[in-house]
């Protein structure tokens, strides 16, 4: 059964590096979105991505964030400058179209010291 | 705005036993809803969602969930809990009339299963 992947499984950083989360899609989906979940708290939405640009984007999704398709297979989630509120488990997320149902990676867990 | 509330963040059911983690909702217009679990280090797993229609969907590995439109739940059930059962379980909603995408999660209710 294809599945949503997602590298690394974990990442340590330094406060104001940028790192870059690496996500692989289910193939034939056409909607990708990046959630996280920082330790104890709900999962959150930051962005969802379609036809080669961002379709939304929440709240949290300030101008440190960006997201890029660069070929056919990856999405990516980069944080410009790491701040220690951004440790998190984030997840990746894809839809065949947008409303069908999202399935998610099993995340990457992001430590900023 | 959307909201989920899990009211329970722990059930705990003998194995055996019928279990129901509780979830309610708001949104505006009709709402898409989901449930997803988390077993430890794993992503989340899609268990099942409604959309329209039937007011009981039924899931992977015995799960099922009742709509109450009147109440704005939907609470996940099993009739017969097994020890594999034990996870985090999270409710998820969004609008279907709205063009919003993003799910909106609930805090989530961990099931334990006693042998």
């Known amino acids: 059964e294809p599945e949503v992947t997602q590298t690394p499984s974990h990442q340590v950083t330094q406060m104001g590096q940028e790192v870059i989360l690496r996500c692989v899609p289910i193939?034939?989906?056409?909607?990708f979105y990046w959630y996280r979940q920082i330790l104890g708290q709900k999962v959150e939405f930051l962005v969802s991505?379609?036809?080669?640009?961002?379709?939304?984007k929440s709240e949290i999704f300030d101008d440190q964030f960006s997201v890029e398709r660069p070929d056919g297979s990856n999405f990516t989630l980069k944080i410009r400058s790491t701040k220690l509120e951004d440790s998190a488990m984030y997840f990746c997320?894809?839809?065949?179209?947008?409303?069908?149902?999202?399935?998610f990676g099993p995340g990457t867990r992001l430590l900023v010291l | 705005a959307q909201s989920v509330a899990q009211p329970e963040d722990q059930v705990n059911v003998a194995e055996g036993n019928p279990l129901t983690v509780k979830c309610t909702y708001s949104?505006?217009?009709?709402?898409?809803l989901f449930w997803y679990v988390q077993y430890p280090n794993r992503g989340l797993q899609f268990l099942l969602k409604y959309i329209t229609g039937d007011n009981l969907v039924k899931g992977s590995y015995g799960f099922e969930a009742e709509f109450n439109k009147s109440q704005t739940s939907f609470h996940l059930k099993k009739p017969s809990a097994l020890v594999s059962d034990s996870a985090l379980y999270f409710c998820a909603v969004r609008s279907l009339d709205t063009g919003r995408r993003a799910l909106t999660f609930g805090s989530g209710t961990r099931l334990q299963v006693q042998p």
């Open positions: 949104v505006s217009g009709n709402p898409y």
């Open positions: 193939s034939n989906h056409l909607y």
């Open positions: 997320a894809s839809s065949v179209r947008g409303h069908e149902t999202q399935y």
């Open positions: 991505f379609y036809n080669n640009e961002i379709s939304e």
